[in-house]
């Protein structure tokens, strides 16, 4: 993941000091299988720089956007790059303090804590990811106000006090395009530094397309950012709804291209169904058929 930064024209300094970080702070064997291994890099200079240098500086880290600008990408590689153990956090409306902190369970005859995600990241100075966080309700996450702030404690009530590890950090992430979506509590918000998370470049779109593709052809790697580049206009534009904005529909497409599947129904699948209207289905496959010809095939696609 270093190598991968300086390629990116990361700073070296940050680079030196995120190695330091890892030196300094050691995995216990315990938990080193939690340190995630990204199927994607994100991809952006800034923002790569503005993430490192707030979790070098201690703060917890809230990646706002819309769809597909890779906030939970962004957020496993920081855990990867930094070689923390990582928990993976959900949150919903039926989210309260005991999924979060832990719930009494009975063991060997007793009652004790049955540890939840945020206890567990805090003991062992992990990387927390609090995933969609204001799909939660405000009252449900107060209880990481303690957490998340200079006093950086969870107390468990009819338990212990417990004390974050110095390495450990929490990545939330919001959209506020999401069915069930909330305002987010300000006195929650105030406890992290905020990333405005932008949508992917072109360029950086071809860059992970050819690392998941190596193959494609050069010609089809350029339809294919474009393709998404012009979905997204147009729901911008409030033409269709972000439904078929879906970066994850267009690579599962490509793999199935991969695998012997049409192009155009392969995207039908990952994209264009992803709408339920068919009026707007219709714009979507007029989207689809101003890029790509009917009929292509794998060989026409991929250099094999």
């Not at 409306?93 to 005859?109: A, P």
């Not at 155009?264 to 989207?287: C, H, P, Y």
Request: hydrophobic share 40%; with cysteine; glycine share 6%.
């Amino acid at each position: 993941m270093l190598d991968f930064l300086r390629k990116e024209g990361i700073s070296e300094r940050l680079i030196t000091e995120i190695d330091k970080f890892r030196k300094f702070y050691k995995v216990d064997t315990k938990m080193e299988y939690r340190i995630p291994s990204p199927k994607y890099n994100y991809y952006g200079n800034d923002v790569w720089e503005e993430a490192i240098t707030s979790i070098l500086c201690g703060e917890n880290l809230l990646l706002v956007g819309s769809k597909a600008t890779g906030k939970n990408v962004l957020a496993e590689n920081l855990a990867a790059v930094f070689a923390r153990p990582s928990w993976d956090i959900s949150f919903h409306v039926n989210t309260d303090s005991s999924s979060l902190i832990g719930t009494d369970t009975f063991e060997n005859g007793q009652v004790v804590l049955r540890r939840g995600p945020i206890y567990e990241c805090a003991a062992w100075g992990g990387f927390g990811i609090l995933d969609e966080i204001n799909m939660a309700k405000n009252d449900s996450v107060a209880v990481l106000h303690a957490t998340l702030d200079y006093r950086r404690i969870i107390d468990v009530p009819g338990y212990d006090k417990i004390k974050v590890d110095d390495a450990g950090r929490f990545i939330a992430t919001m959209n506020y395009g999401y069915a069930g979506t909330r305002e987010l509590n300000e006195a929650l918000a105030s406890r992290f530094m905020v990333i405005n998370m932008p949508n992917i470049s072109t360029k950086n779109l071809k860059k992970m397309l050819y690392k998941e593709y190596p193959n494609l052809k050069e010609e089809y790697l350029e339809q294919f950012a474009g393709l998404f580049k012009d979905l997204r206009l147009k729901s911008e534009n409030s033409e269709i709804s972000t439904k078929s904005v879906d970066l994850r529909g267009l690579i599962s497409a490509i793999n199935l291209m991969a695998k012997g599947l049409e192009a155009n129904k392969a995207l039908q699948m990952g994209i264009t169904n992803k709408s339920f209207d068919d009026f707007e289905r219709k714009l979507v496959e007029d989207v689809i058929r101003l890029r790509l010809p009917d009929k292509l095939e794998r060989e026409e696609i991929f250099n094999y």
